[in-house]
């Protein structure tokens, strides 16, 4: 199975900050990499999907980049409703789909 | 608006069977391929299982084949997991997601999520 692992696992940050999430996969995945965010009690939400495209009604501060194994999700300016936990996961061929261990933006 | 609610969730001891389900409206859903991914408690999100459109091709995480059957009534718009031999790392929030096919794969569509504890 592909393995997928993030950085940080936490990381605080203060409103307006530029945050930066790296994900690597253990094999190539071209760009079959999504990120979701989760908030605490409440099923988790697209944000991204193959590496860079945005999911629709997210906010443009939201972007991804990579392709291979490294990848990165980026916020451009941290907002209160961002602090969360946010996971990639690979789409790579058939499953198993496989997530990473999340990274929880706090304050 | 696509929705999609779980039920079937409870307690149930070591051994035991549960049966969950995933009622789909606001799209067409005979046509979606589907999945159920899992949380434990305090934990990260975990990839369940998958089954296609017509429930002609299904796949399961390795910690739950052999235990876990996944199936779909698309006159119904129903999505299932039957779950036997319970275990207490079965223990989680299971999460119904729709999968969305273009350039790639991803969940587009999750629902409330239905907690399930094995536990004696």
């Known amino acids: 199975d592909i393995q997928m692992t993030q950085s940080p696992s936490s990381l605080s940050a203060s409103v307006g900050d530029r945050v930066t999430i790296t994900c690597r996969a253990s094999?190539?995945?071209?760009?079959?990499l999504n990120w979701y965010q989760q908030k605490p009690g409440t099923a988790p939400k697209l944000l991204i999907y193959t590496a860079s495209s945005l999911q629709s009604g997210v906010p443009s501060r939201f972007s991804g980049s990579g392709s291979g194994t490294d990848f990165t999700l980026t916020i451009s300016s941290l907002q209160p409703e961002d602090f969360a936990t946010y996971y990639c996961?690979?789409?790579?061929?058939?499953?198993?789909?496989?997530f990473g261990q999340g990274t929880k933006v706090e304050i | 608006e696509v929705q999609l609610v779980e039920s079937g969730g409870g307690l149930v001891q070591p051994g035991g069977s549960l049966r969950l389900s995933c009622d789909a409206s606001g799209f067409t859903f005979s046509s979606y391929e589907m999945n159920w991914v899992r949380q434990a408690p305090g934990k990260g999100l975990e990839w369940v299982s998958y089954i296609s459109a017509s429930a002609s091709s299904v796949y399961y995480g390795d910690s739950v084949r052999g235990r876990f059957t996944i199936s779909r009534d698309n006159a119904k718009n129903s999505l299932y997991l039957q779950m036997d031999s319970l275990r207490a790392e079965d223990t989680a929030v299971y999460y119904c997601?729709?999968?969305?096919?273009?350039?790639?794969?991803?969940?587009?569509?999750w629902g409330q999520g239905t907690l399930v504890t094995v536990s004696s």
């Open positions: 996961q690979q789409s790579y061929n058939t499953p198993p789909w496989t």
């Open positions: 997601a729709r999968l969305y096919v273009d350039a790639g794969y991803y969940f587009d569509s």
């Open positions: 094999q190539r995945i071209d760009r079959y």
